[in-house]
């Protein structure tokens, strides 16, 4: 059988049901990985630009055949197709109405390294920190970084001729690829490179490149005078490359944006990086002297020349506090400027003699790696902290690239600065400006009805304020949507004439990523967040969550997600825990992104609470809450899992588990009552196999013992000796009352030896966590509201309240204010400490020696995202013990992983840091606060953990000198 004849007649190409039907039939019957079930065309929807277009499917080829295929369908249905990588483009480069190609499930591996040619074969799927660790011992790298290189894909940066914070050493990406594999539309394989000469060559589809030369041959001038100007002018099609003195093919489709071909395959310069590396950070009055005095900067020879606004490093200190910004010289705007070299000395006193030059109000060296690698994460974060504009509105892309000479940045920033004040607006720019590129988000009113027209007006306008400065729209980012319909403001008719002819030349039928740079869509269509509509709180119908920084607006708390996918890269390196089920399953629906785009699916009422699209989007969520502080734009999915569930199961049937493990706290009381009893039924073969299965609960899956007398039946208060000291109140949760309670005791002593008189709440109370996660939030609200009425006397007359389960302390640090807003819930959050954030506060408190001693710690996922880990990480440097620090989840995160349905899962995320540390320490003592933590250790490796009290503990095994 033919092609032909496989695929049938074309279609006509308008969207409806039987088309997209028919389509996805025939990518299946061609042997292709398909998706089109309506999460994952959510899910592609967008990418992190403004624009949401759902495409028919999506295809996630395994080999350059299969995308051969797939174009083969396209054509015959008359159907577009869109090539993706990590989805990280601002501009809408990677959605489309048709066929979305994901690059990043299968072609994502390095085929070669030749360390003496200096470069790597690689498909266009390889994410950039793949290729690095891949390259990496033979001392060299791949040049261009953007601040994405944890997650983006080379054939994404190809597309977009991507830059990076080093590009001054490096140049962009089309400085750095020696050669393209790729599909025409028609589905000719055309291979570009160099020869041994250096001469560049073009092989295959040679109607096309006829086609090109005949484009060319009527536009010459403008190719020579209008391009090229500055380096980066990255807007439009770098047609320079293309006159008939050169025509090198290669550098010409980087930046291309996946409209003239589809890449299968890249081969890409590596260059030796300096061993070397010096900072320096240069304070300004405002960010229009620092963007004056960095051509200045560049004389001085550096990699890397960053700009950010003071209006920026606000935003991060609201959201994350004043120890995450270190600290910094005087001025409201910097310049982190890098400097790299062979000889330390050299490079030091290269800094020495940039920071006394008198380029702003202040300087700074910078020599240690920890701190350095602390303020390049500030900038790599900005596009997600920039989601935040100055005035705690969202903020959004499309303009967010723009690039003008670098030597009149500064006046382009003052300028730009009116425009956006014009609007009514605000901005913290950032970017690199050492090359004249500013990167921001606006704050575009998008919520008003007339939200996309003021979007197209000050877009307009802000192109005319480029080409004012014979600027280019696009720096690195490429034009895409945001930016296409732009271009005759930047270009004369004759250059977009020529774009418009080596369009045609290699795609007359307009397949590839239609809308796009020829031919674009309106800049105000597809507008991802018009269209939603306000959830709010209270009603029949309304919410069960405050979102207290969203104005109370669950669409406004989802549309934080933009898109940056900083979820789907292992952020273990950094301290990260965000996102543990995307790290164990690589499937876009299992990242905070994924799950972010289907809940804005269901924001605008194109899909139900209860559809199985968010429910299988929800379900491998550990509600870890590692994205409420790893993702920049502070998004918070393990509240929105909550919300989900609560509005599904309301009044209705609830799965099992709901009732089992979703009310631990309750059966724990109960069984408490006769521990043993407990315990013996368990552990009979017969009843505790069936009493699992009734629980929901894993058959492979231990459970854990009730303790033979809980905490506070055994609790007399403090002792004699500790009755003066200053009063605390101990917030003994469910899990320590009922499973663990010498961790309980241990704190008691811990606090009496402190000079502190622990005294329990009066009442029995419960912070309701496993009701939360399970979504049973109107019985949360209630548990929740009595234990925090309880402590608000205690809290208001300044009383520490100290938790001992990081989870359920998490609970009154935050959800607290989510769920029971008001002055008492306020009252409580501020009053509640970790243990480690109580002692390290306490005036003449030592902590004990403990030298000699090796700790694997796993912090708790909630510890780390809602509290911070920092108080910890300084109390055990004091005890002097050797400290590995884990990244990441344990895998259990509460009653996910005992769930029926998420064993294997659990696993996968408890292998991604926990298990290789535990293996490779086995005389190791373990240090877990979590109950979950300590249970997942114990089920999988068979081995003890203890609690930080457990560890302190004067009377305890690990007692060493001090009080």
């Known amino acids: 059988m033919t092609t032909g004849e496989l695929l049938g007649p074309a279609l006509d190409p308008a969207p409806g049901a039987d088309v997209a039907a028919d389509v996805a039939g025939r990518l299946r019957r061609a042997g292709l990985e398909v998706r089109d079930d309506a999460g994952t065309r959510a899910m592609y929807s967008s990418d992190a630009s403004l624009y949401r277009i759902p495409p028919l499917a999506v295809v996630r080829p395994r080999d350059a055949d299969e995308v051969a295929a797939a174009l083969a369908v396209a054509r015959a249905t008359g159907t577009p197709i869109t090539s993706r990588g ?449 959830l709010a709180r209270g009603g029949r119908t309304g919410l069960a969550m405050a979102y207290p920084h969203d104005d109370g607006d669950l669409a406004q708390a989802v549309h934080r997600c933009t898109g940056v996918g900083k979820c789907r890269a292992d952020n273990s390196a950094a301290g990260g825990v965000m996102c543990p089920s995307y790290l164990a399953t690589r499937e876009e629906k299992d990242s905070t992104r994924g799950r972010a785009r289907v809940l804005q699916e269901v924001v605008r009422g194109e899909l139900a609470w209860s559809a199985p699209e968010v429910h299988d989007a929800m379900d491998l969520c550990l509600s870890c809450k590692g994205c409420a502080s790893d993702c920049p734009t502070g998004i918070d999915m393990a509240t929105y899992k909550s919300e989900v569930l609560h509005q599904t199961y309301r009044r209705r049937l609830r799965p099992r588990s709901h009732y089992t493990l979703g009310r631990l706290p309750f059966w724990a009381r109960i069984a408490g009552l006769t521990p043993r009893l407990a315990n013996l039924a368990v552990r009979l073969p017969l009843v505790g196999a069936v009493a699992l299965w009734l629980a929901g609960v894993d058959r492979r899956r231990s459970v854990p013992a009730f303790a033979r007398r809980p905490f506070r039946r055994s609790y007399a208060g403090p002792s004699a000796a500790a009755r003066g000291g200053t009063p605390v109140v101990l917030w003994v949760d469910s899990f320590s009352d009922s499973f663990d309670p010498e961790v309980a005791a241990a704190t008691v002593r811990v606090l009496e030896a402190a000079g502190y008189a622990p005294r329990l709440p009066d009442d029995r109370l419960c912070c309701g966590l496993t009701w939360i996660t399970t979504g049973q939030l109107e019985a949360a609200r209630k548990i929740l509201g009595r234990t925090v009425a309880s402590l608000a006397d205690a809290a208001r007359a300044g009383v520490p309240i100290v938790g001992l389960e990081p989870s359920c302390t998490g609970v009154l640090r935050s959800d607290a204010l989510e769920l029971v807003p008001g002055p008492d819930a306020e009252a409580v959050a501020a009053s509640v400490r970790t243990l480690a954030e109580l002692l390290t506060a306490t005036p003449g408190w030592t902590a004990p020696d403990l030298s000699g001693t090796t700790l694997v710690a796993q912090p708790h996922c909630h510890h780390h995202a809602v509290m911070g880990w920092q108080a910890d990480a300084d109390l055990l440097a004091a005890t002097g013990a050797t400290v590995d620090r884990l990244s990441g989840c344990c895998g259990l995160a509460g009653n996910f992983g005992v769930e029926i349905g998420h064993y294997d899962v659990s696993v996968a995320v408890a292998g991604q840091q926990l298990l290789p540390a535990l293996d490779a320490a086995p005389d190791a003592l373990v240090l877990a606060d979590g109950f979950s933590c300590r249970t997942q250790v114990a089920d999988l490796r068979d081995r003890p953990a203890v609690h930080l009290a457990q560890l302190l503990d004067p009377a305890g095994p690990h007692a060493g000198d001090g009080a």
């Not at 490093?313 to 062979?342: C, H, I, K, M, N």
């Not at 920071?355 to 920890?370: E, F, M, R």
């Not at 007359?508 to 939603?532: F, H």
């Open 86 to 534: 990590a989805g990280t483009s601002v501009a809408g480069n990677a959605v489309g109405r048709g066929i979305v190609l994901d690059f990043s499930r299968h072609l994502g591996r390095v085929l070669s390294v030749d360390p003496d040619a200096r470069t790597a074969v690689v498909e266009p799927g390889t994410v950039h920190a793949v290729l690095q660790r891949a390259v990496a011992p033979h001392g060299v790298r791949f040049g261009p970084d953007p601040s994405t290189h944890p997650r983006c894909t080379i054939g994404g940066m190809i597309g977009n001729n991507a830059c990076g914070s080093r590009s001054l050493a490096y140049g962009r990406t089309s400085d750095n690829v020696a050669g393209l594999r790729l599909l025409t539309a028609a589905g000719d394989v055309v291979e570009t490179g160099y020869d041994a000469s250096g001469t560049p060559f073009a092989r295959g589809a040679d109607d096309v490149l006829a086609g090109v030369r005949s484009v060319m041959g009527a536009h010459l001038a403008t190719a020579r005078t209008e391009l090229d100007r500055f380096g980066r002018q990255v807007s439009g099609y770098a047609a320079q490359h293309l006159l008939p003195e050169r025509f090198d093919l290669t550098q010409a489709l980087v930046g291309s944006e996946g409209t003239l071909g589809v890449i299968t395959e890249a081969t890409v310069r590596l260059v030796v990086d300096a061993p070397v590396r010096v900072v320096v950070v240069l304070g300004f009055d405002d960010i229009v002297a620092a963007g004056e005095a960095a051509p200045s900067v560049v004389e001085h020879g550096p990699t890397s020349c960053e700009g950010l606004d003071s209006r920026l490093l606000s935003v991060l200190r609201a959201r994350r506090g004043e120890g995450a910004v270190p600290p910094l010289p005087r001025g409201t705007a910097w310049l982190f400027v890098e400097l790299a070299g062979d000889e330390r000395a050299d490079v030091v006193d290269r800094a020495e003699r940039l920071a006394a030059a008198g380029l702003g109000v202040d300087s700074l060296v910078v020599t240690d790696p920890l701190t350095q690698a602390r303020l390049w994460r500030i900038r790599e974060d900005g596009a997600g902290m920039a989601g935040r504009s100055p005035a705690d509105r969202p903020a959004w892309p499309g303009w967010e690239d723009a690039a003008v000479p670098p030597h009149m940045l500064g006046s382009y920033l003052a300028r730009f600065d009116e425009l956006v004040t014009s609007y009514g607006m605000t901005s913290a720019p950032f970017g690199h400006f050492g090359d004249g590129c500013m990167h921001v988000r606006l704050d575009y009113p998008l919520d008003r009805p007339d939200g996309t027209a003021v979007l197209r007006a000050f877009l307009t306008d802000a192109a005319r304020l480029v080409g004012e400065y014979g600027g280019s729209l696009s720096g690195e980012h490429g034009d895409g949507r945001a930016r296409s319909e732009l271009l005759p403001h930047m270009y004369s008719a004759d250059a977009i004439a020529m774009f418009g002819g080596i369009k045609h030349a290699f795609d007359p039928t307009n397949l590839l990523n239609p809308g796009v740079l020829v031919d674009p869509d309106p800049v105000d269509a597809d507008v991802r967040v018009a269209g939603t509509f306000p």
